[in-house]
């Protein structure tokens, strides 16, 4: 169908019959509305201006006056989908639509990071050997202790550790630790500086702040870090 079809009335559209704007476009021309078209194709070149002249050919073809609307765009796949990347709710609305799976409770690193003031009061920088890792996917376990627990090293060492783990997809790491002792902060920590999410090379970092139903929301591709809080003893030791 021609961008030009799309303001007749469907019984109009028909070859040779006398055209007639539809309802949506007569309404935006009285009122001064704007006309925002979406597609799910991909338009390059001069291809958003060939659509906008259509579909002001076919206003005018149905005697109507395309000046009249405050506006014409096109929203092309890319577009779209560089309007839902600065709108990060939206953009989980669309990945909840499309895979069917809850997401209420994602966010964004920095929405996750500021929660509460997290990152307010300024971090103390401590060069204790606080940490340590264990496993085959390298977790990592703030302690209470200093050096006398075993491979324990300090924070800059495990936050260097763990953006490596990181370099390559489809890779985790769990932090351990009783309540309070700065796990979520050491997470944020890791992921706060711009230069350390590109060094990983991922688009995103969401956070769940609970599991939803009897196992966790995901919604995120292989170049995504999803990191998720609050999820309870009985998942831990899964």
């Given at each position: 169908?021609r961008?030009s079809?799309?303001?007749?009335?469907k019984a109009?559209?028909k070859?040779g019959?006398?055209?007639?704007?539809?309802?949506a476009?007569?309404?935006?021309l009285?009122?001064?509305?704007?006309y925002?078209?979406?597609t799910?194709?991909?338009l390059v070149?001069?291809?958003?201006?060939?659509c906008?002249?259509?579909?002001?050919?076919?206003?005018v073809?149905?005697?109507g006056?395309?000046?009249l609307?405050?506006?014409?765009e096109?929203?092309?796949a890319?577009k779209i989908?560089?309007?839902?990347?600065?709108h990060?709710?939206?953009?989980?609305w669309?990945?909840?639509?499309?895979?069917g799976?809850?997401l209420?409770?994602?966010?964004?690193?920095a929405?996750?990071?500021?929660?509460?003031?997290?990152t307010?009061?300024r971090?103390?920088e401590?060069?204790?050997?606080?940490?340590y890792?264990t496993?085959?996917?390298?977790?990592?376990?703030?302690?209470?202790?200093?050096a006398?627990?075993?491979?324990?090293i300090?924070?800059?060492?495990a936050?260097?550790?763990?953006l490596?783990h990181f370099?390559?997809?489809g890779?985790?790491?769990?932090?351990?630790g009783?309540s309070g002792?700065?796990?979520?902060?050491?997470v944020a920590?890791?992921?706060?500086?711009i230069?350390?999410?590109e060094?990983?090379?991922?688009?995103?970092?969401?956070?769940?702040?609970r599991?939803?139903?009897?196992r966790?929301?995901?919604?995120?591709t292989s170049?995504?870090?999803?990191?998720?809080?609050?999820?309870g003893d009985?998942y831990?030791?899964r």
């Amino acid at each position: 169908m021609r961008a030009s079809e799309e303001v007749w009335s469907k019984a109009t559209q028909k070859k040779g019959a006398q055209r007639k704007l539809n309802e949506a476009v007569t309404t935006l021309l009285a009122k001064k509305g704007s006309y925002i078209g979406f597609t799910g194709s991909s338009l390059v070149g001069s291809m958003p201006a060939k659509c906008i002249q259509s579909i002001k050919d076919g206003i005018v073809e149905a005697g109507g006056d395309p000046i009249l609307l405050a506006s014409i765009e096109i929203y092309d796949a890319n577009k779209i989908a560089a309007w839902a990347s600065q709108h990060p709710s939206v953009a989980v609305w669309l990945n909840q639509a499309a895979s069917g799976l809850p997401l209420a409770g994602f966010r964004t690193l920095a929405s996750w990071t500021n929660q509460g003031g997290r990152t307010e009061v300024r971090l103390v920088e401590d060069a204790s050997d606080r940490y340590y890792l264990t496993g085959p996917t390298s977790v990592a376990l703030p302690t209470g202790g200093g050096a006398s627990v075993k491979n324990a090293i300090a924070f800059e060492q495990a936050k260097e550790r763990v953006l490596q783990h990181f370099y390559a997809p489809g890779r985790s790491v769990r932090v351990i630790g009783p309540s309070g002792i700065g796990k979520s902060r050491f997470v944020a920590e890791v992921f706060k500086d711009i230069s350390n999410q590109e060094a990983c090379d991922r688009r995103i970092f969401s956070c769940l702040l609970r599991f939803q139903g009897s196992r966790p929301a995901a919604a995120v591709t292989s170049r995504d870090i999803a990191c998720a809080d609050w999820i309870g003893d009985d998942y831990h030791r899964r």
